[in-house]
């Protein structure tokens, strides 16, 4: 089992930047892709960025592209999201998400995160 840790979340002004945080522990071997949903109030969990082990291969949905940054450490097992020119859409409970591959993670992740509130006001 892997087990998942968010952190960073909170309130925060449109235009303004929150770095989200997610640690992993556990049985991480092989478990290499890590990733962020989000879920909005009535709304259905989106998939918002995914890292291959290596960084290399970085993606993101098209309403975050140029806002925000998917980065990780690997000696620290952790992964980050940068989000910077927050909108009151951005408005979520955002999820970490692991999976063998990003692939994999982007559509089906085996592991989640218990999520972290990001409230953007306008």
């Known amino acids: 089992q892997v087990q998942l840790v968010e952190s960073g979340g909170g309130l925060v002004q449109a235009g303004g930047s929150l770095r989200l945080s997610c640690a992993a522990s556990?049985?991480?071997?092989?478990?290499?892709?890590r990733g962020w949903f989000r879920q909005a109030p009535g709304k259905e969990r989106e998939f918002v960025a995914a890292?291959?082990?290596?960084?290399?291969?970085?993606y993101y949905t098209d309403s975050v592209k140029g806002r925000f940054t998917i980065s990780r450490d690997n000696a620290k097992n952790t992964v980050h999201l940068q989000m910077n020119s927050l909108k009151a859409e951005d408005t979520a409970v955002y999820f970490c998400?692991?999976?063998?591959?990003?692939?994999?993670?982007?559509?089906?992740?085996?592991?989640w995160g218990q999520g972290t509130q990001v409230t953007v006001s306008s």
């Open positions: 998400a692991a999976g063998p591959t990003t692939r994999v993670v982007r559509t089906t992740p085996g592991y």
């Open positions: 890292i291959s082990w290596s960084g290399s291969s970085r």
């Open positions: 556990g049985r991480t071997f092989g478990v290499d892709g």
